[in-house]
């Protein structure tokens, strides 16, 4: 079986190299800390630390969906992605009680420099331009 990031067409190629390298930073960094902190004191926060951590997955998903080529499965995760920060960075703003410590995607991002509301934009409008 062929290479496929090798591949030009592929979804990994090109910027989509940086889109999966960030994915894959995102997973990591937001995953060692939820795991840290639902390990620790999820007592003290657990839908912040719970939310990170889903949000940790969401990026391995979308990682692994961009590396695979598997563009419905890239589509759908970024597409949640996005839903959850917008939902999360607006409750967190709404309701700051169900938010004592922040989430990845507490107040859009802003822990993270806003990245976790620029990416799966980023992201979404690369995959739907690779999709033409």
Request: glycine share 10%; net charge positive.
């Amino acid at each position: 079986m062929a290479d496929r990031t090798a591949d030009p067409r592929s979804l990994a190629a090109g910027f989509g190299r940086l889109i999966v390298l960030v994915y894959v930073v995102f997973a990591v960094s937001a995953g060692a800390r939820a795991l840290f902190q639902v390990a620790t004191k999820f007592g003290e926060a657990p839908v912040s630390f719970a939310l990170s951590a889903i949000a940790a997955a969401i990026y391995l998903v979308a990682a692994v969906a961009i590396i695979r080529g598997a563009a419905g499965l890239a589509l759908a995760a970024v597409g949640v992605e996005l839903a959850g920060v917008v939902a999360v960075g607006a409750l967190s703003f709404a309701v700051p009680d169900w938010f004592p410590e922040p989430s990845v995607w507490s107040h859009f991002g802003s822990g993270y420099g806003y990245v976790p509301l620029v990416l799966p934009v980023a992201g979404l409008v690369y995959l739907l331009k690779r999709r033409r």
